[in-house]
């Protein structure tokens, strides 16, 4: 079969999207770009907020009007997540469940569902080869319930992958001549609570297998599970296949509101955490990701978040107005007026761009090396990334995987400008 996929959501999506592949290449399918060009659609779907929601369920109609005859499955969050719903918009479609991506063959040979929790070890399916970067998901699942969260009703409770099986699959993969991993997951905070070990743990495990040129970037970790690890992982950050890149989202500044959300820290744990890899590694990049319009916030919660961005100067914000997401205890909330939201998100984008470009200028006029891992087709120009994970946009002939050395010439809000040395 000739089959399109198309990917929503995070990096534990393209993830599975680069499993999927894998499976149907060894059946002897064609993954083919061109959706025309296919007899079989997979949209493997996100169900973290309403308008992405919205956009994949009107493209499956399209989809579906415009190829009545293509099989279409629907796989991703959104068949855990609202079921109700995509019967209801695709009851011509197969449901493939996240804990089901092995079934993937079947799901396109007849019309069915393979929905359910599951434990799938999905590190050691078969994957894609030459994506770059390489993303390794860890784990399936998390520890927390955040009342706002709809992925966790898709994906459960923990499930943490074998250590020795994630550095198998890394080893694997390096021997392709990967050079860029990201380990992935829900929380890598939590990963290995279930299974008596940690990520610090994980990381030395990697880094002490497997040799070679190579860089590890840490995923999403929420500050109620990395403040248990904290000396352990700052530790094992040190090792030089690390990027010295921390995502720990906050959500909001507001004690009252994080405590509403069900976040399971205090403000103090997050910025603890950020001051203590500070302390370690001065030019970490911190990540951070901002709810705006959570229901009950109020004029006084939201300048302390824009307080606490102020206070950490992170060098990336992900900030999302608050979107009602079905079945969750914060749907059940009063709800913030549209317009209100619309201020706030548009307050909190002004300030998170101005730290991102204040922090980006401090790198003028270093040198160093980056490893080249993406081509930016619109601008021309290719993406490395330093030791910090700073983008850095360099205009040459490289191949991805490629390290070079560079200048940091100017800076903008989004990335570094480098010139090749
Ligand atoms: S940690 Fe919270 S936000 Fe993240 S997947 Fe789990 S419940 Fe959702």
């Not at 890598?188 to 190579?214: E, H, S, W």
């Not at 909190?348 to 980006?360: F, G």
Request: hydrophobic share 35%; aromatic share 8%; proline share 4%.
């Amino acid at each position: 079969m000739r089959v399109h996929i198309i990917t929503y959501g995070c990096s534990n999506n393209k993830a599975e999207s680069q499993i999927m592949t894998g499976l149907l290449r060894k059946q002897g399918n064609q993954l083919v770009d061109n959706i025309d060009d296919a007899d079989a659609i997979v949209l493997n779907t996100c169900s973290v907020k309403s308008t992405t929601e919205q956009k994949i369920l009107h493209n499956i109609s399209t989809i579906h009007k415009k190829n009545p005859d293509k099989r279409i499955v629907v796989a991703g969050c959104m068949p855990e997540a609202e079921y109700e719903k995509v019967k209801e918009i695709a009851p011509f479609a197969s449901l493939l469940s996240t804990h089901h991506i092995d079934k993937i063959e079947e799901a396109l040979r007849t019309k069915t569902e393979f929905m359910g929790k599951a434990k799938l070890t999905k590190v050691t399916l078969p994957k894609a080869s030459g994506e770059y970067p390489n993303i390794i998901p860890i784990s399936s699942g998390c520890l927390s319930s955040c009342s706002f969260c709809s992925t966790k009703i898709a994906k459960g409770h923990l499930v943490s992958y074998p250590a020795a099986k994630i550095t198998m699959e890394i080893a694997r993969a390096k021997e392709e001549g990967q050079k860029e991993f990201w380990l992935t997951c829900q929380d890598c905070g939590c990963y290995g609570f279930d299974d008596n070990t940690n990520m610090a743990q994980l990381i030395q495990k990697i880094t002490k297998c497997v040799r070679g040129q190579y860089f590890l970037r840490i995923g999403m970790m929420n500050p109620e599970h990395t403040k248990i690890i904290l000396p352990e992982l700052i530790e094992a950050y040190k090792n030089n296949h690390v990027f010295k890149f921390l995502h720990i989202p906050i959500q909001s500044g507001s004690q009252g509101i994080l405590d509403v959300m069900r976040r399971g820290h205090k403000v103090e744990d997050f910025v603890e955490i950020i001051e203590k890899f500070r302390e370690e590694f001065p030019d970490i990049t911190i990540w951070t990701d901002i709810i705006v319009g959570f229901p009950g916030e109020t004029k006084e919660d939201f300048a302390k978040s824009l307080s606490l961005l102020r206070k950490i100067k992170p060098d990336f914000t992900n900030i999302s107005s608050y979107s009602v997401r079905p079945n969750t205890q914060a749907s059940k909330m009063k709800q913030i007026p549209t317009h209100v939201k619309k201020e706030r998100t548009r307050k909190v984008s002004e300030i998170a761009r101005e730290l991102s470009l204040q922090n980006n200028k401090r790198w003028v006029g270093k040198t160093g090396a980056v490893i080249i891992d993406e081509y930016n087709e619109e601008k021309g120009n290719f993406v490395g990334r330093n030791y910090a994970y700073k983008p850095v946009a360099v205009k040459g002939k490289f191949k991805l995987g490629d390290v070079i050395a560079v200048e940091i010439t100017d800076a903008i809000s989004t990335c570094l400008i480098g010139k090749p040395l």
